[in-house]
C-alpha cells in the first residue's frame, strides 16, 4: 500500500523542539521530480501550507510561509525516503495536526497526519 507516515509529534512547551518525521511506505520518494510539503491543520480552520521543498529538477528554493521562517527547516533523511520537519522556538500557536504531502504519479498523496501540541 502506497502511503505516507507522518510521526514525531507530541506535546511540548513553548519555546521548545520537536522532529517531524514524513516517511513514504510502499514506494520510494521521487524528491528528484517532485516537492514534498507540511501543512497544518486546526479544527474549523483552513489547512496551512508551512513549508514547500521543490524537486531537484526543479532547481527551486525551498519556500517557507511566514510561520515557519526563521523557526521550521525541511532536510531530506539520509535513507531519502525520509524528510524531516525541525521546528524550533514553538509557539501555542503552532498546535495543529501536521500533514507532508508529494506527488505519487499524478496523484497526491497525504499521510494521516501528526498532532502537535504548544502548551505549558
Known amino acids: 500500500q502506497v502511503r505516507l507516515v507522518e510521526s514525531g509529534g507530541g506535546l511540548v512547551q513553548p519555546g521548545g523542539s520537536l522532529r517531524l518525521s514524513c516517511a513514504a511506505s510502499?514506494?520510494?520518494?521521487?524528491?528528484?521530480?517532485?516537492?514534498i510539503g507540511w501543512f497544518r491543520q486546526v479544527p474549523g480552520k483552513e489547512r496551512e501550507g508551512i513549508v514547500c521543498?521543490?524537486?531537484?529538477?526543479?532547481?527551486?528554493?525551498?519556500w517557507y510561509g511566514d510561520s515557519a521562517k526563521g523557526r521550521f527547516t525541511i532536510t531530506r533523511g539520509n535513507a531519502k525516503n525520509t524528510v524531516y520537519l525541525q521546528m524550533d522556538s514553538l509557539k501555542p500557536e503552532d498546535t495543529a495536526m501536521y500533514y507532508c504531502?508529494?506527488?505519487?504519479?499524478?496523484?497526491?498523496?497525504w499521510g494521516q497526519g501528526t498532532q502537535v501540541t504548544v502548551s505549558s
Open positions: 504531502s508529494t506527488m505519487y504519479g499524478s496523484r497526491s498523496l
Open positions: 510502499g514506494f520510494t520518494l521521487d524528491l528528484d521530480f517532485y516537492a
Open positions: 521543498m521543490s524537486s531537484s529538477v526543479s532547481r527551486g528554493p525551498t
